[in-house]
Structure formats: structure tokens, C-alpha cells
């Protein structure tokens, strides 16, 4: 077999190499795809540092966690600086664009796994309530509204609307996406942010009382009496 030698002393692939190491990746990549998900579900989403043991956890809108302190650092950061904010974070400019979130754990083989706090398994696919912040199975939330008629979250008991299911997206997953710019969308046209606050602070309302007014009005005048009065007794 003839190896062909680079610049730099290695040795160049040949291109059948190339190809063959090009289809095993390929053929991976759903495997890695799930395996990179169980991953990425696992670490903050800003400081990719893990989330085990690094409470109090926070989401967006678009269902990734963070550790909260890390984003606030990071409000704190583009409050300051401008430049410093990162596109893929443009939608966070305020504390009432997250949600508090409460994740399960179990240890398995010295490692920690997100787990369901109703099915006590480990899944592939999770999603938080906004109404109480539990985080839960897709599959828990799928059989428990199977069973009931009134919504409630499966893990409190707290009432949820539909519009307040957040799917969990790593990996930015259209099927998921589309899902949670649905539900901000329905938010935002009841003038609510992502955590369920107003959006808009609401508007002092104007004085209309005539007392007050006059008040107001007559307070110069008699500043300017009562500083004439003192210049004349001097």
C-alpha cells in the first residue's frame, strides 16, 4: 500500500479513507444526535458549566436552562455594556424573560441524569409548566391528561394552561420550536411576558384632584409673599 507523505512529514488520506470515514459518520449521527441532547440538557446553556448542584435553575421562553446566577451576571454584564450582548441571548433583557425551574436528579453510575419526578424515569424529551416551574416528562405529562379532564400538573397539582407548557430544545428542534414561539406568541397578545408578568410597567395615573391642583398652582405665589415679607422686615 503507497502512503503519501505531507509537508510536514504525515501522511495524507486517500480519498476512499476519506469516504469511508465520511458514511460511519453519517450513519451515526442520530445516535450522537440523542447522545449529544441527554448531554446538553445537563449544562447551563450560557457557561455550559452543569447544572447538578447549581440551583436555583432558570429557562427562557425558547427551553434552555441556566444557572441562574450565571445569567444575571450576564444582565448585569449588557446593562453596562452594550456591546457585550450575544444574539443567541437577545431575547433576555429582563428578569421577567425567565422562569424559575425545579429539576429532578438521580444518580446512575456516579453520574447525574435529569429525572421525571412523576414516572421516576430518565427521558430523552422534558418540558416545565411557566404556572408552577416543574419540570416533567413529555411522556408523564401525554398519559397523565389522558386520565383527567382538568389541567394540572401531574408533579403539584398546580393549574397550567396550554400555552404554558415549555418544551425543552437543546438542540433547537423544529418540532419544539415551533411549539414555544407558538405559546410566547399567545402570551405576548395577552400583554404577558414569558414569566407571566405584564409586559409594560402600568401608567401613573395624572392628579385630577382640583384641591391638589390648586395646591400646586398657588405654592410659587406664595414662596415668592413670603420671601418679599422677609426682604422687607430686613
Known amino acids: ?24 459518520r453519517t450513519n451515526g449521527d442520530a445516535q450522537r444526535g440523542e447522545d449529544k441532547e441527554e448531554d446538553l440538557i445537563k449544562v447551563c446553556h450560557l457557561s455550559s458549566l452543569p447544572l447538578y448542584n447549581n440551583d436555583p435553575i432558570v429557562s427562557d421562553y425558547k427551553g434552555k436552562l441556566y444557572i441562574k446566577e450565571k445569567l444575571l451576571q450576564y444582565l448585569l454584564d449588557i446593562k453596562t455594556n452594550k456591546h457585550s450582548v450575544k444574539s443567541e441571548f437577545s431575547h433576555i433583557k429582563l428578569l421577567k424573560d425567565i422562569c424559575p425551574v425545579t429539576v429532578s436528579w438521580t444518580i446512575i453510575n456516579k453520574e447525574p441524569f435529569i429525572e421525571c419526578p412523576v414516572t421516576k424515569e430518565v427521558q430523552k424529551s422534558y418540558l416545565y409548566l411557566r404556572s408552577c ?25 398546580v393549574d397550567f394552561c396550554d400555552f404554558d407548557i415549555v418544551m425543552l430544545d437543546p438542540l433547537n428542534l423544529k418540532k419544539n420550536s415551533d411549539i414555544n414561539e407558538e405559546n410566547i406568541l399567545i402570551l405576548r397578545q395577552k400583554g404577558l411576558s414569558h414569566s407571566k408578568l405584564p409586559l409594560k410597567k402600568p401608567k401613573k395615573k395624572k392628579i385630577h384632584d382640583e384641591d391638589e391642583f390648586i395646591r400646586k398652582r398657588k405654592l410659587p405665589d406664595e414662596i415668592a409673599s413670603a420671601r418679599k415679607r422677609k426682604s422687607t422686615v430686613s
Open 1 to 24: 500500500v503507497n502512503n503519501y507523505m505531507g509537508a510536514d512529514g504525515g501522511t495524507i488520506a486517500k480519498r476512499q479513507d476519506l469516504l469511508s470515514s465520511l458514511t460511519n
Open 133 to 157: 416551574g416543574c419540570l416533567i416528562s413529555k411522556k408523564a405529562l401525554n398519559e397523565f391528561s389522558k386520565t383527567k379532564t382538568e389541567k394540572k400538573c401531574p408533579n403539584c397539582n
